[in-house]
C-alpha cells in the first residue's frame, strides 16, 4: 500500500503523542515527514528526536511530497492552519475541539466542499476501553433498557497548561474534556436531545471554565449526567449505568468496574433489614443474593480500525469516516449553546 506523507504542526504534549503512536503502530500506512512548531524550543526538541523540522508553516506547505497535515496547535488556530492545508492541497487531521464554534466550522467545511480534502477530526475518545464496554452494554440490553449514564472525568491538578486559561485561545474543559464526553454521547445515543441544564464551574478564579456539570435528556428518555472536574481531590467512578434488569459502573481507565443483574427470583427473597446509621433499612439494603447475579464487565464493542487506518482508508479508498463533521458540527453547536447561556 502506498503510504501517505504526513506533516504535523505543533510539536506540544498531542503533537508529539501523534509522532509517537503513527511511528509505533501505524508506520504501514503513514511517513512522518516532517514537523513545524511555532516555538523554537519545541523546534529543538523535535530534531533531537530525529525528526525533519520545516522553518515555515509556508515551507511545509509548499513541500508536494507531505499529502496530510495533523494539527495539534492550541484550538484558536485550527480554523485557518485547516483553511490554508486543504488550499494548498493536503488532507487534514485535526485536533478536537476541531475550531472554536459552529461558525468557523461552517468556514471550514466550505472549504472542504470546494477543495474536496479530506478533513477528520481526532475524537480519539470514541476508542476509549471503558466506552466501548459502555457501548455494548447499551446496544445487547444486558442491563436492559439503559435509562441513566453518569459520565464523569476528575482530576485535581486544576486547568492544565497555559494556553486552556484564556478564552481567547478555546480554554475551559468544556471545549478540552466536555468535547470528547459529549461526543462519545451524541455518537452512540441515536436521539435527539431534548433537553440540558448545565452548571459551569469557575471556582479556581480563571476567566474559562475549570470544569461543569450537566444534566441532559435525550428524547427517548435517557438521562445522562456529564461531569467534568479539575477540584475533585477524591474521585467517583467514571460511568455509572443503570438499566431496567441491572447496574453496572466503570471505576476508572483501567477497567475495573462491577455489574449486578436481577434474576428472575427478584422480589421472591425479600433483602435482610440492615443497620443504617442510627436506624435500620430494608430499602437500602443490599438485594438478596437470590435476587441478583454479579458478571464480569463485558470486553466492550471492538472498532475495526483505528482512527489513522480509518483516516487512511477515507483518503484512499472513499470508506465511511468513523468520525463525520457533522456529528462534530453537532457538539460544537451544544457546546456553544451551553456557553452562550
Ligand atoms: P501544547 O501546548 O502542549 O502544544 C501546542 C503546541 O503548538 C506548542 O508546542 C506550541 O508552540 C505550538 N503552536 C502554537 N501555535 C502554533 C502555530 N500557529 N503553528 C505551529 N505551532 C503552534 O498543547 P496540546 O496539549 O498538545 O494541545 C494541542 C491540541 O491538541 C489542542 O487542540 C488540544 O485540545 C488537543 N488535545 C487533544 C487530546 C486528545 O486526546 N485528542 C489531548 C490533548 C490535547
Same mark, same amino acid.
Given at each position: ?8 504542526? $505543533?510539536?506540544?504534549?498531542? /503533537? =508529539? ?45 509548499? %513541500? ?24 494548498? /492541497? ?10 472554536? +464554534?459552529?461558525? *468557523? ?8 466542499? =470546494? ?6 477530526? !481526532?475524537? +480519539? ?5 471503558d466506552f466501548l464496554i459502555l457501548r455494548e452494554l447499551y446496544e445487547t440490553k444486558e442491563l436492559g433498557e439503559i435509562f441513566q449514564i *453518569? ?6 491538578? /486544576?486547568? #492544565?497548561?497555559?494556553?486552556? !486559561?484564556?478564552?481567547?485561545?478555546? /480554554? ?7 468535547? !470528547? ?7 452512540m445515543i441515536?436521539? #435527539? ?7 459551569? =464551574? ?7 471554565? %475549570? ?11 435517557i ?5 467534568? $472536574?479539575?477540584? +475533585?481531590?477524591?474521585?467517583? %467512578?467514571?460511568w455509572y449505568i443503570k438499566g431496567t434488569n441491572g447496574t453496572a459502573k466503570i471505576?476508572?481507565? %483501567?477497567l475495573?468496574g462491577e455489574m449486578v443483574i436481577a434474576r428472575e427470583?427478584q ?15 430494608? @430499602?437500602?439494603?443490599? #438485594?438478596? *443474593?437470590? =435476587?441478583t447475579i454479579k458478571k464480569e464487565l463485558p470486553s466492550g464493542k471492538k ?14 479508498? +472513499? ?6 463533521? *457533522? ?5 460544537? @453547536? ?8
Amino acid at each position: 500500500m502506498t503510504k501517505l506523507n504526513l506533516a504535523v504542526i $505543533g510539536y506540544g504534549g498531542m /503533537g =508529539s503523542y501523534h509522532v509517537n503512536t503513527i511511528l509505533a503502530n501505524e508506520n504501514d500506512l503513514f511517513v512522518v515527514v516532517g514537523i513545524y512548531d511555532i516555538d523554537t524550543k519545541r523546534q529543538a526538541q523535535a530534531a533531537q528526536d530525529g525528526l525533519f523540522v520545516y522553518k515555515s508553516l509556508d515551507k511545509m506547505l509548499k %513541500d508536494s511530497r507531505v499529502d496530510v497535515i495533523l494539527i495539534a496547535t492550541p484550538n484558536d488556530s485550527h480554523k485557518e492552519l485547516a483553511i490554508k492545508g486543504m488550499e494548498a /492541497g493536503k488532507h487534514v487531521v485535526c485536533e478536537k475541539p476541531a475550531v472554536m +464554534n459552529p461558525q *468557523e466550522f461552517k468556514e471550514v467545511q466550505k472549504v472542504i466542499a =470546494s477543495t474536496g480534502k479530506t478533513f477528520m477530526v !481526532h475524537q +480519539n475518545r470514541r476508542w476509549d476501553p471503558d466506552f466501548l464496554i459502555l457501548r455494548e452494554l447499551y446496544e445487547t440490553k444486558e442491563l436492559g433498557e439503559i435509562f441513566q449514564i *453518569e459520565s464523569r472525568v476528575h482530576g485535581a491538578n /486544576g486547568i #492544565p497548561g497555559d494556553w486552556r !486559561h484564556e478564552k481567547k485561545h478555546g /480554554g475551559g474543559m468544556l471545549l478540552d474534556w466536555g468535547v !470528547h464526553l459529549f461526543d462519545q454521547l451524541l455518537w452512540m445515543i441515536d436521539s #435527539p436531545i431534548k433537553s440540558i441544564e448545565t452548571d459551569l =464551574s469557575f471556582i479556581l478564579g480563571n476567566e474559562v471554565d %475549570d470544569g461543569f456539570i450537566s444534566y441532559v435528556t435525550f428524547k427517548n428518555n435517557i438521562k445522562v449526567l456529564v461531569e467534568v $472536574g479539575t477540584t +475533585n481531590y477524591c474521585k467517583l %467512578d467514571r460511568w455509572y449505568i443503570k438499566g431496567t434488569n441491572g447496574t453496572a459502573k466503570i471505576s476508572d481507565w %483501567d477497567l475495573h468496574g462491577e455489574m449486578v443483574i436481577a434474576r428472575e427470583t427478584q422480589g421472591l427473597v425479600p433483602p435482610a433489614p440492615i443497620k443504617a446509621g442510627v436506624g435500620l433499612t430494608k @430499602t437500602m439494603a443490599p #438485594p438478596s *443474593e437470590e =435476587s441478583t447475579i454479579k458478571k464480569e464487565l463485558p470486553s466492550g464493542k471492538k472498532m475495526n480500525q483505528s482512527f489513522y487506518q480509518n483516516f487512511y482508508h477515507v483518503v484512499n479508498s +472513499n470508506a465511511e469516516p468513523l468520525v463525520k463533521n *457533522e456529528e462534530v458540527l453537532h457538539v460544537l @453547536t451544544l457546546m456553544d449553546d451551553i456557553l452562550k447561556r
